[in-house]
């Protein structure tokens, strides 16, 4: 098939690509960088609308974000990301009616069930609202640009939509370029889990997931995508250190965090995803059972930063 990739320039987009090609499939990315076939801004509607005239697409996939590079500790780190996914989902879904698209794939996250306490009962499509009501307006922002991304795809007349809601990402292209120089520069605290934890994907898995969902998947519906083990993000971190050799990072209490409010969100969060609709709909499961296990493998493969 013919597909159009919103994001193909960044750590996920490039992966999404190899997977698609790998299945025989041919992707143009869609962004403003020069590596792309289609080049606009995906929140310049009438831009979007010339760059893809005359072209034509079976799928359109919508995994751009604004988050790499970023430091994820203030709320204003996610401001551009939540536009691109309110005013350039609905871009994305106009340029996929002007190419005769009939189906989209758009990416979401874990966190657009709502930030805080979930309790230990993982979460499942079909039985948690995705996008409640927060009490901070901040978090009511991120949370409510995911489920808006997912409601204008599924309601987008004419096009059958599938949204994917990842775990925290870790994995080759994220943790030895992002998690492990900052342990070597000891610069990476945490603070106790105290039983909380997250769920989280490699990047590499999450990929094959987006490419499983460009051509399976029941059009309306979410997947979970993240793999077995939830792990609170302190022990994350932890076994990144054990796994490559880093000094341990040093724990602090949750209150130091509080002039970083979205990491301070991030870390008091307890929320764990249920991943057997995608197991059972879309063919797909993670590699590795557990994050620690994938950590081992990827250091295994000796991808390592210079200290």
Do not use: C
């Amino acid at each position: 098939m013919k597909v159009l990739l919103a994001g193909a320039s960044g750590l996920l987009g490039q992966k999404i690509t190899r997977e698609l090609r790998a299945e025989g499939h041919e992707v143009a990315g869609l962004g403003r960088g020069a590596g792309n076939a289609v080049r606009a801004d995906l929140l310049d509607r009438q831009a979007v609308l010339r760059a893809v005239d005359g072209l034509g697409f079976d799928v359109v996939v919508h995994a751009a974000t604004a988050l790499q590079g970023k430091s994820m500790m203030r709320h204003q780190d996610m401001a551009a990301t939540n536009l691109l996914r309110t005013d350039g989902t609905a871009n994305l879904i106009a340029a996929a009616r002007e190419t005769g698209a009939r189906r989209i794939v758009v990416e979401s996250m874990m966190f657009g069930y709502g930030y805080g306490d979930h309790g230990t009962r993982p979460l499942t499509e079909d039985r948690d609202a995705f996008g409640p009501a927060q009490l901070n307006p901040w978090l009511e922002r991120h949370v409510g640009a995911m489920s808006a991304k997912e409601e204008l795809a599924f309601t987008a007349d004419g096009l059958e939509a599938v949204s994917l809601r990842f775990g925290l990402f870790y994995g080759a292209g994220v943790t030895e370029t992002t998690v492990l120089p900052m342990l070597r520069k000891r610069a990476l605290p945490v603070v106790a889990d105290q039983g909380r934890a997250l769920s989280w994907v490699d990047a590499d898995d999450a990929a094959r997931a987006v490419a499983a969902a460009v051509g399976a998947g029941r059009a309306g519906q979410a997947y979970n995508i993240a793999d077995d083990t939830p792990l609170g993000f302190g022990a994350h971190v932890r076994a990144v250190a054990d796994a490559f050799g880093a000094p341990a990072p040093m724990t602090i209490p949750l209150w130091l965090l509080r002039p970083a409010p979205l990491a301070h969100t991030i870390m008091s969060t307890h929320l764990r995803l249920a991943n057997a609709k995608a197991r059972a709909e879309l063919g797909w499961a993670p590699t590795h059972p557990s994050s620690v296990d994938g950590l081992k493998a990827l250091a295994a493969t000796g991808q390592e930063v210079a200290a």
